[in-house]
């Protein structure tokens, strides 16, 4: 069995590197948006601007211009950005932020890592563009031409950034051990951690359980149509994280969870939903194997893990995403061959 060391071995340079990051991303958070302001900071205040503009569809432009007239408002001292461009680079130092991948618009294949540069499936023939002529002002080529706008598009939030900010903070990291140090352990099941799945998990990698910031993960994932209209074809396939190292009030508040992915379409992926999962797959195997990050709780560097323990879903999504087929011959995935059909 290999070994999973708490602490890893990094220089003390890494470890000044690790700590001038964390300060330069967070220092901003602790700035009052003007002298005198406790209910604002500078970052909250263009979280909630941000926020807004991606809830109404504000332009670049005009969020821009907000931020000038703010500017012009607000007392002498304040510490609102002038620009867009200047609160999104803010923004962007938190790592919370997307990645959009191409994708193929009959679920094939992900343009990504090898694909990145091919314009069809070889499989299907169906173009990475749409048909039409419309062009993504999002995405220059250069200064002149745009390039064409993809059929389907996956958004992607990178996992293992998200994991680390969690120790960043010392209250978080703290909540991060309660699985193991603040459970009251009484043989009444109230969380995971008391279930026989956990306990079997710690018993089969006692080298990973021997940490508790190693992070156990469960994964949720259905689909929706968000226009509560029947007569629209849209699917829209959120993909959740949930922390289960957190305290059981805690793990499944809203705040909690993580949004790994968002698969839009006019149809739901059904079993390609692997083909979305990718990405997801491959910070798993990353994290199994480790990654560095830094305590602030005890202000110490550490090598994080994490482990998917299990998934939640409806019988029907259950077939998507374990790619046991839930209905017609051998439906049942617990009898699995023995089902009397």
């Known amino acids: 069995m290999r070994t999973f060391p708490s602490i890893c071995t990094l220089s003390q340079d890494n470890e000044a590197d690790l700590r001038d990051l964390i300060t330069d991303a967070l220092d901003d958070c602790d700035i009052p948006l003007y002298p005198g302001c406790v209910k604002f900071s500078c970052v909250s205040f263009l979280l909630r601007l941000y926020h807004f503009k991606a809830l109404f569809g504000w332009s670049a432009k005009s969020l821009t211009c907000l931020l000038e007239f703010l500017n012009e408002a607000f007392p002498d001292g304040n510490t609102i950005s002038t620009t867009?461009?200047?609160a999104k680079n803010k923004i962007s130092a938190l790592n919370i932020g997307y990645v959009k991948i191409d994708a193929c618009p009959n679920d094939c294949i992900l343009y990504w890592g090898d694909a990145s540069k091919k314009i069809s499936y070889d499989v299907c023939k169906s173009s990475r563009w749409q048909s039409s002529n419309k062009l993504d002002a999002d995405e220059q080529v250069d200064g002149s031409?745009?390039?064409p706008k993809p059929a389907k598009v996956l958004r992607y939030f990178p996992l293992i950034p998200r994991l680390?900010?969690?120790?960043?903070?010392?209250?978080?990291?703290?909540?991060?051990r309660w699985h193991k140090e603040g459970r009251?352990?009484?043989?009444?099941?109230?969380?995971?951690?008391?279930?026989s799945a956990w306990d079997a998990f710690d018993k089969r990698f006692p080298d990973f359980a021997f940490d508790p910031r190693n992070v156990r993960l469960g994964l949720a994932s259905d689909g929706f149509n968000p226009f509560r209209t029947m007569s629209t074809s849209h699917s829209t396939w959120?993909?959740?994280?949930?922390?289960?190292?957190?305290?059981?009030w805690a793990c499944m508040k809203q705040s909690s969870l993580i949004l790994s992915m968002v698969i839009l379409g006019e149809k739901g992926p059904g079993n390609d939903i692997d083909v979305y999962i990718q990405p997801l797959i491959k910070e798993l195997k990353r994290l199994w194997i480790g990654v560095d990050a830094f305590d602030s709780s005890a202000f110490e560097s550490f090598t994080l893990w994490?482990?998917?323990?299990?998934?939640?879903?409806?019988?029907?999504?259950?077939?998507?995403?374990?790619?046991?087929?839930?209905k017609g011959w051998v439906a049942c995935p617990i009898c699995a061959e023995k089902t009397e059909s």
């Open 84 to 86: 867009y461009y200047k």
């Open 145 to 147: 031409c745009r390039r």
């Open 164 to 176: 680390k900010r969690l120790f960043q903070s010392s209250k978080t990291s703290q909540s991060m």
């Open 184 to 195: 009251t352990k009484d043989g009444i099941l109230k969380h995971p951690a008391d279930g």
């Open 238 to 248: 959120p993909v959740l994280l949930i922390l289960y190292n957190l305290e059981p």
């Open 306 to 326: 994490a482990c998917l323990l299990w998934t939640i879903n409806d019988f029907l999504a259950y077939a998507n995403i374990s790619g046991w087929s839930t």
